[in-house]
């Protein structure tokens, strides 16, 4: 259906015969519709709807064959942070233990934002009136972020974004030891709660 603009072929009827006034000539707006939709397709698959954003993370430098060797970390320094599938995340201070390393370590679920937080900041302080805190190194705790297979990328952040929150300077991601993932699939059996994809693979 065209669209026209203009007056029609009688605006002059009526009138005396001789001069007549020409009427104003029909434009045709069909095509620029079809324009219309073109210039929008056009923007539309050329603009940047959002800006991909990255994360700075600061890693320690290569070691180098003539670096002094680096005292031992005290395990009552380490926290030890496990971001699992199916949006879980636990934690446990100090060491891995086995059955046969003299018993198992204390591992507790806790929520994402306040829940990780409160316990970040509760152990930051209390290791602040330890004897390891120093004039030279008053915040000793260091947190190790361990990533499973299955969590999502959006954990990841999550996580990075509460050590920013807490102050948390000494922190670093590694992957989830085989070890640790059964000792996650054994608390999840033990609670009741449906296995995640990276404890699923300890039984298949």
């Known amino acids: 259906m065209a669209a026209d603009v203009g007056g029609g072929e009688d605006s002059g009827k009526g009138k005396k015969k001789g001069r007549g006034k020409k009427g104003t000539p029909r434009v045709d707006m069909t095509p620029m519709v079809d324009l219309g939709f073109l210039l929008l397709t056009f923007f539309i698959l050329t603009a940047t709807m959002d800006d991909p954003k990255s994360m700075p993370i600061v890693v320690p430098a290569d070691k180098e064959a003539n670096d002094p060797p680096q005292d031992p970390v005290a395990e009552s320094k380490v926290m030890n942070i496990i971001v699992s599938g199916e949006d879980r995340i636990y934690h446990y201070m100090g060491k891995t233990r086995g059955e046969g390393d003299g018993g198992g370590m204390e591992l507790q679920q806790v ?13 930051k302080e209390r290791l602040k009136k330890s004897r390891f805190a120093t004039k030279d190194d008053p915040d000793p705790m260091i947190v190790m972020i361990k990533i499973a297979k299955d969590a999502r990328y959006a954990n990841m952040v999550d996580i990075i974004d509460e050590m920013n929150i807490t102050r948390q300077t000494k922190y670093m991601l590694i992957d989830l030891s085989k070890q640790e993932a059964e000792i996650v699939a ?9 296995k995640s994809s990276v404890t699923k693979t300890l039984t298949e």
């Open 111 to 123: 929520s994402y934002g306040k829940g990780i937080r409160d316990n970040v900041l509760k152990n």
């Open 186 to 194: 054994d608390y999840e059996k033990g609670e009741g709660m449906a």
